[in-house]
């Protein structure tokens, strides 16, 4: 195994992490992550289901930026609202991805995030590829917007439900051909979404093809983060219903061959497996993630007696 970087207060950066809450300030997200030795975290940066919020003040950002100093949390990303759709027809719903997109990628710069994620969009009802172009005009307007913007777009593929788009790798290379931003952009891939959309990583040699088409998909030929969850349906099933690691459909096998190969190549991984209440799942899951890198889970995501 590679040689492992080193945190901010020296702890070893395996670059795992979760979706942690912002509630009662988005400095909290270190102490969450930390908690359960996460060195990487993902957020939204407000509610997932509104168009309306406000660009982070100054009040918030500085204890923001202190905490992220003093923190052995490395990386920060961002998630951008489930709303949000840039292929859409519907003007009023074009005009407020637009807003909303711009304000998410102007909100991960002021917090200097290392990544927005976001979904494709949907056709909804016309044809892929006029939803395709329509999404790709929209991302060259938003980008080339934003002056001196830091922040990479990471598009994620998604479960390949009716007129989701970026379920195919062969999708993803339109896109991001068409949108044409290279320096700007980047792929988030999920594995849930790729065995949903009918990629059987349990299949000898498919993790390999997909790696190999979906890096050819991107200019970088770079992986930049990994969604890591378990699919609660079965394979092609369309359905974006995450499960814990070991108990849907892909498996730990599958699973662990991810997570070998992110560790391998440098690549954060980051749990959207479902939460429950208080921390219960969220450690288990991480204690899984660790065993299957062949690490030694830390002390606080071990059950006591």
């Given at each position: 195994?590679?040689?492992?970087?080193?945190?901010?207060?020296?702890?070893?950066?395996?670059?795992?992490?979760?979706?942690v809450s912002?509630?009662g300030?988005?400095?909290?997200?270190?102490?969450?992550?930390?908690?359960?030795?996460?060195?990487?975290?993902?957020?939204?940066s407000?509610?997932?289901?509104?168009?309306?919020?406000?660009?982070p003040e100054?009040?918030?950002?500085?204890?923001y930026?202190?905490s992220?100093t003093?923190?052995?949390?490395?990386?920060?990303?961002?998630h951008?609202?489930?709303?949000?759709?840039?292929?859409?027809?519907?003007?009023?719903?074009?005009?407020?991805?637009?807003?909303?997109?711009?304000?998410?990628?102007?909100?991960?710069?002021?917090?200097?995030?290392?990544g927005?994620?976001?979904?494709?969009?949907s056709?909804?009802?016309?044809?892929?590829?006029?939803?395709?172009?329509?999404?790709?005009?929209?991302l060259?307007d938003?980008?080339?917007?934003?002056?001196?913007?830091?922040?990479?777009?990471l598009?994620?593929?998604?479960a390949?439900?009716?007129?989701?788009?970026?379920?195919?790798?062969e999708?993803?290379?339109?896109?991001?051909?068409?949108?044409?931003?290279?320096?700007?952009?980047?792929?988030?891939?999920?594995?849930?979404?790729?065995?949903?959309?009918?990629?059987d990583?349990?299949?000898?040699?498919?993790?390999?093809k997909?790696?190999?088409?979906?890096?050819?998909?991107?200019?970088?030929?770079?992986i930049s983060?990994?969604?890591?969850?378990?699919?609660?349906?079965?394979?092609?099933s369309?359905?974006?219903?995450?499960?814990?690691?070991?108990e849907?459909?892909?498996?730990?096998?599958?699973?662990?061959?991810?997570?070998l190969?992110?560790?391998s190549?440098?690549?954060?991984?980051?749990?959207e497996?479902?939460?429950?209440?208080?921390?219960?799942?969220d450690?288990?899951?991480?204690?899984?993630?660790?065993?299957?890198?062949?690490?030694s889970?830390?002390?606080?995501?071990?059950?006591?007696?």
């Amino acid at each position: 195994m590679s040689s492992l970087s080193k945190g901010r207060t020296g702890k070893e950066m395996f670059r795992f992490g979760l979706h942690v809450s912002i509630a009662g300030g988005i400095d909290r997200i270190f102490e969450r992550g930390e908690s359960l030795s996460c060195s990487v975290v993902q957020l939204f940066s407000h509610s997932s289901r509104s168009w309306e919020f406000h660009l982070p003040e100054e009040d918030s950002l500085l204890p923001y930026h202190r905490s992220r100093t003093d923190s052995s949390v490395s990386r920060v990303f961002i998630h951008a609202s489930y709303l949000i759709n840039i292929a859409s027809e519907d003007e009023s719903i074009r005009r407020r991805s637009t807003e909303t997109l711009r304000k998410e990628l102007q909100t991960a710069d002021l917090l200097k995030a290392d990544g927005l994620v976001l979904h494709p969009g949907s056709a909804k009802n016309g044809s892929r590829e006029g939803a395709l172009e329509r999404a790709a005009e929209l991302l060259q307007d938003v980008l080339d917007g934003i002056s001196g913007l830091q922040t990479p777009l990471l598009l994620e593929n998604t479960a390949g439900a009716g007129s989701m788009l970026g379920s195919t790798s062969e999708e993803m290379k339109i896109l991001f051909d068409l949108v044409d931003r290279p320096e700007k952009m980047g792929l988030c891939l999920d594995s849930c979404h790729l065995f949903a959309s009918g990629y059987d990583l349990n299949a000898p040699g498919v993790y390999e093809k997909v790696l190999k088409d979906f890096r050819k998909a991107v200019p970088s030929e770079k992986i930049s983060l990994w969604h890591l969850n378990d699919a609660l349906f079965g394979l092609g099933s369309g359905k974006d219903r995450h499960a814990g690691l070991g108990e849907g459909k892909i498996g730990i096998p599958a699973l662990t061959r991810i997570v070998l190969g992110a560790v391998s190549e440098g690549v954060p991984v980051v749990l959207e497996t479902p939460k429950g209440e208080g921390e219960f799942l969220d450690r288990m899951n991480l204690r899984r993630l660790y065993e299957m890198a062949r690490m030694s889970p830390p002390e606080c995501l071990i059950d006591d007696p």
